[in-house]
T-cell receptor, first 113, second 115 residues
Framework: QKEVEQNSGPLSVPEGAIASLNCTYS??????FFWYRQYSGKSPELIMS????GDKEDGRFTAQLNKASQYVSLLIRDSQPSDSATYLC?????????????FGAGTRLAVHP | SQTIHQWPATLVQPVGSPLSLECTVE??????LYWYRQAAGRGLQLLFY??????ISSEVPQNLSASRPQDRQFILSSKKLLLSDSGFYLC??????????????FGEGSRLTVL
């Protein structure tokens, strides 16, 4: 069974700090990785996708991928109260004959003023 | 631009009643379509996956079924709901890219409570 693991949190950070969200996955051959943000009661929205080892930056967000360690992370710089949400890590894995996205249970982030 | 809509947004149904959730995608052709369920405080579970009209793959055995009568329409159904069917149902689409899933884009979700 392919798995994606995240710390459930809550991760509490002060406004303006860097929030660091982590994710590990079990399928060594996975090539595509995604971070989604989900506000309470809403559907997930895509924040970042990353396919190669290293860092990928988009505004205040940086995704980091280390395939050797099977580890992907999301950094949020200058955290704002509006960043308070659950962040879902998703990994594309081959299962049952086709590729599908496997989601972690999510990490709840709370940014306090 | 592409948009995805699903309805109804909220519904409360008695045990044993039927269910029909509908999802449509606009602004793209031949998308991959998905139904996910999210139980309270838990991750997303893939229920069904479709690569084309009439082509449905079921991820887990259950009393739910899915159909794709048109290229951009995806329907989730049940003949008799169970209490365990309660949850947040999400329709999603992605561009077809060979065997890869690619980025998923979700609809607004349908919150189902079975009493």
């Amino acid at each position: 069974q392919k798995e994606v693991e995240q710390n459930s949190g809550p991760l509490s950070v002060p406004e303006g700090a860097i929030a660091s969200l982590n994710c590990t996955y079990s399928d060594r051959v996975s090539q595509s990785f995604f971070w989604y943000r989900q506000y309470s009661g809403k559907s997930p929205e895509l924040i970042m996708s990353i396919y190669s080892n290293g860092d990928k930056e988009d505004g205040r967000f940086t995704a980091q991928l280390n395939k050797a360690s099977q580890y992907v992370s999301l950094l949020i710089r200058d955290s704002q109260p509006s960043d308070s949400a659950t962040y879902l890590c998703a990994v594309e894995a081959l299962s049952g004959g086709y590729n599908k996205l496997i989601f972690g249970a999510g990490t709840r982030l709370a940014v306090h003023p | 631009s592409q948009t995805i809509h699903q309805w109804p947004a909220t519904l409360v149904q008695p045990v044993g009643s039927p269910l029909s959730l509908e999802c449509t995608v606009e602004g793209t052709s031949n998308p991959n379509l998905y139904w996910y369920r999210q139980a309270a405080g838990r991750g997303l579970q893939l229920l069904f996956y479709s690569v084309g009209i009439g082509q449905i793959s079921s991820e887990v055995p259950q009393n739910l079924s899915a159909s794709r009568p048109q290229d951009r329409q995806f329907i989730l159904s049940s003949k008799k709901l169970l209490l365990s069917d309660s949850g947040f149902y999400l329709c999603a689409w992605s561009l077809r890219r060979g065997s890869n899933t690619g980025e998923l884009f979700f609809g607004e979700g349908s919150r189902l409570t079975v009493l």
